[in-house]
Nanobody
Framework: VQVVESGGGLVQPGGSLRLSCLVS????????LRWYRQAPGKEREFVGG?????????YYGDFVKGRFTISRDNTKSMCYLQMNSLKPDDTAVYFC????????????WGQGTQVTVSS
């Protein structure tokens, strides 16, 4: 199983980024996908996720407040995190996670992609 994030980079406050997560080696459409982030010196934080079957609905951490959108394309084994109205506090390494459990992170993690929000 491989989980590969991409799309990170440097963006100014108020800007947008779209992170992508490619998952291979498992039946993607059956898996829940989650995004986490970790800033320097801080604990890992749940950003949001998107369920597997049957509803494939997204859900978000409290801090998101409508700024982020998670989606998935089962035909491409891809998950996306669209981030708008970015703030310096959003600076972190963002990780994609895949698993079958609905209540905890799955066993499959990517290496992360760095997002830096700065002017």
């Amino acid at each position: 199983v491989q989980v590969v994030e991409s799309g990170g980079g440097l963006v100014q406050p108020g800007g947008s980024l779209r992170l992508s997560c490619l998952v291979s080696g498992l039946p993607f459409s059956r898996y829940h996908l989650r995004w986490y982030r970790q800033a320097p010196g801080k604990e890992r934080e749940f950003v949001g996720g998107i369920w597997g079957p049957p509803n494939f609905a997204p859900y978000y951490g409290d801090f998101v407040k409508g700024r982020f959108t998670i989606s998935r394309d089962n035909t491409k084994s891809m998950c996306y995190l669209q981030m708008n109205s970015l703030k310096p506090d959003d600076t972190a390494v963002y990780f994609c996670n895949a698993g079958r459990s609905g209540s905890s992170p799955g066993p499959y993690w990517g290496q992360g992609t760095q997002v830096t929000v700065s002017s």
